[in-house]
């Protein structure tokens, strides 16, 4: 780190010290993927689901009512199953629409 004129205060400390830190403190949590193989190594998938909230925020500014972001949410997240089980988002729409939502979980 630079060194400053400053007296009080902690140093600065560098961006890779900062992440040494961060994974010596968070070690058990960062490695558990390694003890139970039902953790999954990254967490993306979660990251994934909310982009798409973030990016349609984002675009249009906001939802113009609650109503229809929980029915954004609704279907986004309906799609965001059928792809979890290997369906289209095209196939998945068109059986909901002819009353046959369940395909998703067969």
């Known amino acids: ?6 007296k009080r205060g902690r140093k600065k400390k560098t ?15 960062v ?8 953790v999954p190594f990254d967490n993306n998938l979660a990251e994934r689901d909310l982009r798409m909230i973030k990016v349609k925020t984002k675009v249009s500014g ?9 029915e954004y ?6 799609i965001g199953t059928a792809h979890k089980h290997g369906i289209n ?4 729409i068109r059986e909901a629409l002819l009353g046959n939502s369940d395909i998703i979980f067969n």
């Open 1 to 6: 780190p630079e060194v400053t004129t400053k």
């Open 15 to 29: 961006k890779v010290l900062n992440l040494i830190d961060r994974l010596v403190n968070y070690k058990a949590s």
């Open 31 to 38: 490695c558990l993927f390694i003890k139970n193989l039902c």
């Open 62 to 70: 906001c939802f113009r009512s609650e109503e229809g972001a929980q």
């Open 73 to 78: 949410l609704t279907i986004m997240s309906y």
């Open 89 to 92: 988002a095209f196939t998945a």
